[in-house]
T-cell receptor
Framework: GENVEQHPSTLSVQEGDSAVIKCTYSDSASNYFPWYKQELGKRPQLIIDIRSNVGEKKDQRIAVTLNKTAKHFSLHITETQPEDSAVYFCAASGSGGGADGLTFGKGTHLIIQP | EPEVTQTPSHQVTQMGQEVILRCVPISNHLYFYWYRQILGQKVEFLVSFYNNEISEKSEIFDDQFSVERPDGSNFTLKIRSTKLEDSAMYFC????????????FGQGTRLTVV
């Protein structure tokens, strides 16, 4: 089955700086890669996603890049703000067909230092 | 905005007891999922459900687990004989068109087995 590795486990950045979180996946048939933000005690919420036919996607301060050859995708957050502090999870799905569940990485605890 | 709702928000049960966790997916969604998250760990896929049957299940989803869509709106997860290690947050999720579209998560049910 699919395996998703995520790094780093903790990332501390100064407010206003950029943050980058990286993930790799094992199954080359995976074709959907979402990123979820989870605040303490809350549900995971989608912040951005990318499909395998696209190399990059941007939404305001958030961007995701995908390298299918390397089986690697990354989340970039620019101009970080205190409200960006949370745990971020990458995930992959699609290799098992239409009802395939998401395989999540272990999460990155992003800390924005004021 | 439509959302996935789960009840109860917190369930405490004695080891060996049966529990049923309930979910109401978004009304026009066709694919339903259960995930669990042990405290401080990643979100793990349990099972997906489409067209009134299980589509995929993980190794975690053993004979102690079952799912059901008893009517047109509810989606339930039953654990027949709970174990201490079943203590976790259980999230229901739904998607409109399967693995390649956004999964909307419910707020979760925190299950504590004592």
């Amino acid at each position: 089955g699919e395996n998703v590795e995520q790094h780093p486990s903790t990332l501390s950045v100064q407010e206003g700086d950029s943050a980058v979180i990286k993930c790799t996946y094992s199954d080359s048939a995976s074709n959907y890669f979402p990123w979820y933000k989870q605040e303490l005690g809350k549900r995971p919420q989608l912040i951005i996603d990318i499909r395998s036919n696209v190399g990059e996607k941007k939404d305001q301060r958030i961007a995701v890049t995908l390298n299918k050859t390397a089986k690697h995708f990354s989340l970039h957050i620019t101009e970080t703000q205190p409200e960006d502090s949370a745990v971020y999870f990458c995930a992959a799905s699609g290799s098992g067909g239409g009802a395939d569940g998401l395989t999540f990485g272990k999460g990155t605890h992003l800390i924005i230092q004021p | 905005e439509p959302e996935v709702t789960q009840t109860p928000s917190h369930q405490v049960t004695q080891m060996g007891q049966e529990v049923i966790l309930r979910c109401v997916p978004i009304s026009n969604h066709l694919y339903f999922y259960w995930y669990r998250q042990i405290l401080g760990q990643k979100v793990e896929f349990l099972v997906s459900f489409y067209n009134n049957e299980i589509s995929e299940k993980s190794e975690i989803f053993d004979d102690q687990f079952s799912v059901e869509r008893p009517d047109g709106s509810n989606f339930t997860l039953k654990i027949r004989s709970t174990k201490l290690e079943d203590s976790a947050m259980y999230f229901c999720a739904s998607t409109e068109q399967g693995a390649f579209t956004e999964a909307f998560f419910g707020q979760g049910t925190r299950l504590t087995v004592v």
